[in-house]
């Protein structure tokens, strides 16, 4: 069974940049679309960004024009470039995908702590 692991989570201060990655134990072409997700303590989970099979991008406004998701082919990784980042980002990140088969997996996440 596939596996999503992701890394490159830690404390950045504001304005800063990380650049988070969510590594696949198999293909990632197994995937319809991979998303990022995260949850602050006492929020709802939130959508961040979503690369589908055909490279298409999506973003939630609240990063739009400061993340970026992409991935790598070759390395079954997805990531998701975070740049200008704010204290209201901090959270813990989570890749999930859709299966080609049906049925998500997720990882066990990645916290991001933003200081002011």
């Known amino acids: 069974q596939v596996q999503l692991v992701e890394s490159g989570g830690g404390l950045v201060q504001a304005g800063g940049s990380l650049r988070l990655s969510c590594a696949a134990s198999g293909s990632i072409f197994s995937f319809n679309a991979i998303y990022w997700y995260r949850q602050a303590p006492g929020k709802q989970r939130e959508l961040v960004a979503t690369i589908a099979l055909d490279g298409s991008t999506n973003y939630a406004g609240s990063v739009k024009g400061r993340f970026t998701i992409s991935r790598d082919n070759a390395k079954n990784t997805v990531y998701l470039e975070m740049n200008s980042l704010k204290p209201e980002d901090t959270a813990g990140y989570y890749c999930?995908?859709?299966?080609?088969?049906?049925?998500?997996?997720w990882g066990q996440g990645t916290q991001v702590f933003v200081s002011s």
């Open positions: 999930e995908a859709q299966k080609r088969i049906g049925g998500r997996i």
